[in-house]
């Protein structure tokens, strides 16, 4: 079935169109049983009268056995017009036509007794005929009349009835017809007014779902459809008041974050080039003294790398992160990135040559230096670096042979701020290097995705366009 069958316009028709046509059949179907009625009992009841009219008219028997002459005799007074008769009295028949004794029903001539007039509905020659039957009655001399014995039987034929009553037939069938049309036509002008509004809410719906929180639905009269317009229009203003401030909250958050961040640069830079002064006199330093110096350094270079990631993600909530593309050996960039970090001895590789991209080199070293730096840091040995070439793109997989990530830790592995072990140190990091490895693979048009592998071990997995971004 078509979703118009099974949409509001299709259920209106259908409902239309059943109540029409039974609001039709009952009508019509009623009409034509009385109609019917009537014609047939009028038809009957002229029929009998005239017969017992005819009857009263004929000359009283005065003798029985009645003679052939005097059967014959009444036999053509009962025929005169156009319906045929026939006079019987014990196996003798008279008749002034071709009717005979034989065509009249049996059930009738049994019931022809005590001077009754009976008549009986049946079919002769492909039509409808009414069969009526009497005896003839003779006075008595103290009073009263007695059943002579003589039977009278007419047949009358119904056919002109029969044509009225299939006219009425056809009548009922057109007015049906007729009532179907006017249904159908009522229900699309019903459909038509109800779905309007319906489609109107239904646009602006969708509008509001697609971010235009502007969107208002047209208000029509004071009905339940206009109703639900103001109840969306309502929602939709309190939704845009929401969304606005809640735009505003997040803009402010990110505005202070990226102040915060560039005003702690200049601090930084100073604090860390006096913590290159203690890393090179923390080796003299005695005792107690030389660790303070070397964990002052570390807890500053940790802060310096986390204000770099705050830099960072601010610039990419805010859009103006950009990609400075380079056609570029990936193979060789990989290699760079593990050799400027002393990770070569670390991590095994399979990097075939001559696979070329053209890719943000920066980027890329920050993408793959995070996943290797997270795999040595939380996984366990060897930790494998994979590079291969599929049409279009360019595909790099770390894994490890650890334990592998939770189905909690895979939900959220890319969250800011998200550590998996909660009760890790700060110099640990601080939960941005992955999210912060997401927005770059996303920023070349490329996607980065984590899961486990088999038999244990987690693996992350980086796709980028070879071409450029997509």
Known sequence: MTTWALGLRGRLLLAFAVLGLTTTALVAGVSYGQARTVILQKAQDAAVLSMVDQVARLVPVRELPPSQEQLDTIARVLSEGPDPAVVAYRGQAASSSSLSLDEIPVDLRDSVTEGKVVWQRVTMGGGPVLAIGT?????????????????????????????????????????????LVLAVLLALLAARGVLRPVRELGRAARRLGEGDLRTRATVRGTDELAGVAQIFNQTAERLERQVGELRRMEADARRFVADVSHELRTPLAAMTAVTDVLDE?????????????????????NLAQLVEDLIEIS?????????????????????????SRGWTDQVGTELPDGIVARLD?????????????????????????????????????????????????????????????????????????LAIALENARLHGGSLVAGNRSPQGAVFTLRLPSGGQQ
């Open 135 to 179: 005896q003839l009655m003779t006075d008595q001399p103290g009073g009263g009349t007695e059943p002579t014995g003589i039977e009278v039987y007419r047949l009358h034929a119904l056919g002109e009835e029969q044509h009225s009553i299939d006219q009425l037939a056809a009548l009922a069938w057109s007015t049906g017809a007729a009532s």
């Open 281 to 301: 006199e923390s080796a003299r330093l005695p005792g107690d003294a030389g660790k303070a110096a070397r964990l002052v350094s570390q807890e500053t270079q």
């Open 315 to 339: 610039r990419f909530d805010a859009g103006t992160a950009a990609l400075s593309l380079d056609d570029l050996d990936v193979a060789a960039a990989v290699r760079a990135t593990l050799r």
């Open 361 to 433: 080199p920066r980027r890329l070293d920050v993408i793959v230096a995070n996943l290797v730096g997270n795999a040595l840091r939380h996984g366990a040995a060897p930790v494998t670096v994979r590079l291969r070439a599929t049409a279009g793109w360019v595909e790099v997989t770390i894994a490890d042979h650890g334990s592998g990530l939770s189905p909690d830790v895979l939900a959220r592995a890319f969250d800011r701020f998200y550590k998996a072990d909660t009760a890790r140190s700060r110099s640990d990091g601080a939960g941005l290097g």
